[in-house]
């Protein structure tokens, strides 16, 4: 059957119209493809890795980057995993993740972290959700009994009865997580001196200073704490050589350092691996000594000395408030001189 004229002008629009619908959905097609090869090139350049979105994945592209080529040198080498980031504020999850493998694996997958937030940016969650470890999360303001987060205010005193609360084993504990934005190095004392054994320690430092400077915050009186909060300035936390100084006593050895975080693993096991220990700890923060948040001239600190340490830390007669007391105070003054904040001793 011949179709008229008009029959057959308005199949030609048809087929026209039909025709750029189809050419502007393939343009769309071929843009997305082209996007999504750019952003997975992109990813690939920088380093940075997303969170898998199949909560049954327990291993991909990332994880086989953590694989060590040499068993032994494998905590000598956790710089080659640097980037990986699915949960943790910045590469801890990668570091964490490389740590385990080189101490034997996930082992009894029980971890306890605090100053966590709402619980969606932390050091744990990716164990949690990829790899069915079990645990709490502490934070002083949020609570979600599906993670579970629970609302506890958190300080040198009580922390123990809350790993107690709890029920944190002291022997099967896998990792522990410490941010308290402030009095970190007297929490971190109070539970290794309660002889929790965790295989990695995770602990925050002040990057505000070089390695010279092993200096911890005052501690906030007894029955007072809730009234002492950091101001958003560089007055937190500890230094990382005061930090590790402490460590060293209970018998942990830094392996590795952000801008943020120190992790720590347990000498004793890893030395019955056959692990080799970084043999500079200074090294490993040195390029992350950085001037963060406000200037804080004028703050009293207390000194983290050798020999204090050494005689009190792990002394349990010794208790928090004299441990405290017993560190010298010095008065520091800054000089903000980019890229890095220099202190000095005042008069």
Known sequence: MRLRSTQKMGLRRRRNASNKTMHKATTLFLAALL???LAGAWKMMVGVQTAPTNNNV?????????QPTNKYDCLLNLNDVRGIKYYSQNDEDGAILATLECMGGHGNKQYFEFGSENG??????????QHGWTGHLLDGGHENSTIPLHKEWFTPSNIVSLLEKYHVSKTTLDLLSIDCDYDDFYILREILLADYKPRILVVEYNPNFE????????AKPIGEEANVRWSGDCYFGASASALRM???????MLIWANGVNLIFVRLEQALAMGLRIPSSAESLTEEYTQPLHLDCPGKVWKVVDRDTVHAKATD???????????LADVK?????????????EMS
């Open 58 to 66: 327990v291993t991909n592209h990332a994880e086989t980057k953590l």
């Open 211 to 218: 390695w010279k400077w092993a200096v911890s915050t005052v």
């Open 120 to 129: 969606m940016q932390v050091n744990t969650r990716y164990l949690r959700e």
């Open 246 to 252: 402490l460590a060293n006593e209970f018998g942990y």
């Open 35 to 37: 996007l999504a090869a």
């Open 316 to 326: 349990a007669n010794v208790l928090h408030a004299d441990f405290a007391s017993g």
């Open 332 to 344: 520091l003054g800054t000089n903000n001189n980019y890229p890095v904040r220099t202190f000095y």
